[in-house]
């Protein structure tokens, strides 16, 4: 391992050779060096922060580890963050004003960083306090309405509270947990901890949620609102539930306005370190995207409802309610930043080599054989084995597959380790088993092929956590309804039916116009999904929906008979087929610095007897970030020019057309195929130039952007189009 691992200093440094699991390890070193400071680990997404806390409880149970979730609604929704991870938010920032009692690694995903917070301090000061013989009924029924708490028939999750006469349960989030508590004649006397059965001589109760609202919030929201936005004209549900002391579904979407001023997780944390897991920063550009999307959407939903006479979501800047790249990068600069890096060091990149490396696949026929005689040779090393699974109930089923069924069980490293054979089980989520400096991890894909399809989404979503789905239409939403057009859903009304109320979506079409769909009909309806100013409703009984109706089945119907047409015509058309020279093939493939996936190796399989079919090749490559698309791009495009044609590789944009333009260049070096590069910065000359090239054939691999689908460029012989991702779009052009 590398020494300057430990050498920690203000600026970015990429820390290579560090794959899931191993990066625990050097997480857990980070932020002992950091010490009190704490040390601020970032990740892409809410699967990945599952995965990582829970091989920081094997590797690091000592650590303090404290999570803050992302919210589980979508940018500008109208729905609120449930209460589940609003308690635990809640919790993360009271804990965040706390100091640390020893080293602690805060955990957060690039979505939840880049979300605007409440000042420091302001949930504190905000909690409601209490000591025995206090009058408490009538404030702490007002407090806990105010602020997220939620009656309910039993108290099960924080947020919930049961009020029955003269005894109050309440489930508050973080430490507070769940007390009950003994009224008086509507003093409090006595407080009992659930659990325990503590008798507490205080209660304190902190918020539920990120927006608290008393007097003080609720005149700050009121000013900013209207310096926002104007006076409200007609009705407004947000401004005047505010002004009465009311939550409203989704109001904390407008966080910024009931505070003089919001922080930044950064500001939590002055001055600490910083580590990124691989791919975050992607990911934080791909959410900033999102978030725009939905700000312009709810925009032009807003100029619907105001022509609709609907209440109307004014949502507010997404500046003001996240932070931008801009931004990020200013919080991180001035600190020490680490990037992990799963894949060895790359030559002339500057990095820090952590000395981990992919470890050896035993799938296939020999693949018992292979694993047998690999075990032979780490016993010889007398390093630590660790076998992971991703459950505890893996545990047997790997004994009996590696052929010790008295291996034993190990809940945490420090139990491995204090043993003199350190070969055990663990639970472990790793997708794939590594050679640390130290020790080495066999995981049980490994081992065992992952299983395909449904199956396999089902088990990564179950041991990842993920934050519950939401329901698909809310309040104001435009919806389609499958015999009357496109509505606006209003919201839910008991309409009486043969004598008895009965709950409806209340739907508005033109004019004003009602109709009232029962619950039990929802099928009839789903969400529009492209609101804009040029959506109009329908007239409810008016002839427009039914006639579009035919003109789409009358397009679907000519548009399915020209695929049935393409697809035959495709059939029998008949290619050369394409086979590479086996030696230089393998050549090539040697030149990739890991070992291929299941899933991988199984796509550059496919993709190949593609080729070799003497068929058209129509196919599509779906992974996401990081997962090994681009070799796949690159095998086909190596068994294509070894065949004499030509490849042309498509980037959306011109920094990845460079970027693939480099990565090919380096890949293909010594095999005497030319790559050109075709992008809006290569001055004319340059285009001319490989236009040329491009035409004669010398130009083997052609690698840009859209202007290679342009007229302009010919091609002699071309054998494969690649499409990367984002430009699909493309496909259409070139056809057309």
Known sequence: MDRNLDRV?????????????????????????????????????????????????????????????TWD????????????????????????????????????????????????????????????????????????????????????????FLWDDDRVDVFAPGRAGRVRLDLLNGTLNAVHRVGDDAELERLELPPLSEVVLNEASMKQFQANYQEQFGKPEGHDPLFEAVGQGRRLTGMEHWLPLFYGRT????????????????????????????????????????????????????????????????????????????????????????????????????????????LKAHLEELRGTGKPVLFAVERDAMHGPMKRRIGDADLRSAETWNAIQAEECGWAVATLPVEAGFEAPDFHVIARADIVKPDSGKRR????????????????????DLVVHADHGVALCEGLEAVDAAGAPHDC?????????????????????????????????????????????????????????????????????????????????????????????????????DVLADLASGKLMDRL????????KTEVALRAAFAVASSGRQVAVVAPTTPLARQHAEEFRERFSGFGYEIAELSRIADAAEVKAARTRIADGSARIVIGTQALLGSSVKFKDLGLLVLDRNSVWASSRRSG
Not at 352 to 365: C, E, I, K, L
Not at 460 to 476: F, K, W
Request: aromatic share 6%.
């Open 9 to 69: 200093q203000p600026g970015r440094r990429i820390v290579a050779g560090a794959p899931e699991g191993f990066d625990a390890v050097l997480l857990a070193r980070l932020a002992e060096q950091a010490g009190a400071s704490g040390l601020l680990h970032i990740v892409r997404d809410h699967r990945r922060l599952v995965r990582v806390r829970r091989a920081l409880a094997f590797f690091a149970p000592e650590l303090d580890v404290v999570p803050l979730v």
């Open 73 to 160: 609604c979508s940018p500008y929704d109208r729905r609120s963050p449930s209460a589940a991870v609003s308690a635990r938010r809640v919790d993360t920032l009271l804990r965040l004003g706390r100091p640390a009692q020893g080293s602690r690694l805060v955990l957060t995903t690039a979505h939840a960083f880049l979300r605007r917070l409440p000042p420091q301090g302001m949930l504190e000061t905000s909690a409601f306090h209490a000591g025995l013989g206090d009058e408490v009924e009538e404030p702490l029924r007002q407090f806990l309405l105010r602020n997220g708490y939620s009656p309910a028939d039993s108290v099960r999750s924080p947020g919930d």
């Open 263 to 370: 922080e930044t997780l950064c500001e939590y944390l002055p001055g600490c370190p910083v580590s990124l897991d691989e791919g975050t920063e992607i990911e934080r550009d791909d959410y900033l995207d999102q978030i725009a999307d939905a700000f312009q959407a709810r925009k032009a939903m807003g100029n619907i409802e105001e022509k609709a006479k609907l209440p109307v979501f004014r949502p507010l800047p997404p500046e003001q309610v996240f932070i931008d790249a801009v931004a990020w990068n200013a919080c991180l600069e001035p600190r020490a930043v680490t990037v992990f890096q799963a894949a060895p060091p790359e030559a002339g990149v500057e990095s820090v080599d952590a000395g981990a490396r992919p470890g050896p696949r035993f799938h296939g026929n020999d693949g018992a054989d292979a």
């Open 457 to 476: 989404q089902a088990a990564a979503a179950a041991s990842a956590g993920d934050l519950p789905e939401v329901t698909p239409i809310a309040l104001g």
């Open 505 to 605: 979506v209340r739907l508005i079409y033109q004019k004003g116009d009602k109709l009232f769909v029962p619950v039990e009909n929802m099928d009839l309806l789903w969400r529009f999904g492209a609101p804009g100013e040029t959506i109009q409703l329908d007239k409810l009984g008016g002839n427009a929906w039914p006639n579009r109706l035919e003109r789409v089945r009358e397009a679907m119907r000519e548009a399915a008979g020209e695929l049935m047409a393409t697809a035959a015509r495709r059939e029998i058309a008949e290619v050369a087929p394409i086979v590479p020279p086996r030696a230089a093939y393998r050549r090539f493939a040697a030149r990739f610095p890991y070992t291929e996936t299941d899933d991988q190796q199984s796509a550059i399989d």
């Open 621 to 628: 490559v779906v992974g996401d970030v990081g997962f090994g």
